[in-house]
């Protein structure tokens, strides 16, 4: 079993720039969660989805930000147009159950 | 929905004393409490989980203690070691679907040699 998967593990961007993190969860695991770690508001929930399904987006930010599930072994999380203060790190995790594992993260730098 | 409060949010101690992280939830439906660890630059890993139908729940050097009446529960680290540094996160989720837990804050636990 690889884990979950996220890519890329670091993405320096400028401001203005579209920006797009990828998971792959898994195999078997039926929910997906997009998660945005700072110091100043720790884990940060933003999005989950039931097989394939989104089911909450409440904790998405703001428009910029979007996700999408096209299958169960792939997840995006997108924002267009990328701020500074989106800068942060951004996990993926997958769950069957009570079996919850994290991606290694994506630590994004929008300069 | 559920809130969970987590102190202190940083924790300093010698090599071989205790620490102890302690948690509070508000939604008395809760019924699953993980703990997760994060070292340094890596992903959030579980190290031990308490059900409500039991009080207390010890694996080596770690325990959990939960009081649902309080509504909180506790992470209990004995004889700590320089490698248990790390930010710690509760958790506390309610049954049905797939245990989405909702996070404390996390405390930055440093142990010093």
């Known amino acids: 079993d690889a884990g979950v998967i996220q890519s890329p593990r670091h993405e320096v961007t400028e401001m203005g720039q579209e920006v797009t993190l990828r998971c792959k969860p898994i195999?078997?695991?039926?929910?997906l969660f997009w998660y945005r770690q700072t110091m100043m508001r720790g884990l940060e929930l933003l999005i989950y989805?039931?097989?394939?399904?989104?089911?909450?987006d409440s904790g998405m930010p703001e428009d910029r930000f979007s996700a999408k599930m096209p299958n169960a072994s792939f997840s995006t999380l997108k924002i267009q147009p990328s701020e500074p203060r989106d800068s942060a790190v951004y996990f993926c995790?997958?769950?069957?159950?009570?079996?919850?594992?994290f991606g290694s993260g994506t630590r994004l730098t929008v300069v | 929905g559920e809130n969970v409060e987590q102190h202190p949010s940083t924790l300093s101690v010698q090599e071989g004393d205790s620490a102890v992280i302690k948690c509070t939830y508000s939604?008395?439906?809760?019924?699953?409490f993980p703990w997760y660890k994060q070292e340094l630059g890596k992903r959030p890993q579980l190290i031990i989980d308490?059900?409500?139908?039991?009080g207390e729940k010890k694996d080596q050097r770690i325990a959990v203690t939960l009081n649902k009446t309080a509504k909180h529960f506790s992470l209990h680290i004995t004889e700590t070691q320089p490698e248990d540094s790390a930010v710690y996160f509760c958790?506390?989720?309610?049954?049905?679907?797939?245990?989405?837990?909702?996070f404390g804050r996390g405390t930055s636990l440093i142990v010093h040699p």
């Open positions: 989805f039931n097989n394939n399904v989104p089911i909450d």
């Open positions: 995790a997958s769950s069957l159950g009570q079996r919850y594992t």
């Open positions: 958790a506390a989720s309610k049954p049905g679907g797939s245990y989405i837990p909702t």
């Open positions: 308490i059900r409500s139908n039991v």
């Open positions: 195999s078997g695991h039926d929910y």
């Open positions: 939604d008395s439906a809760s019924n699953y």
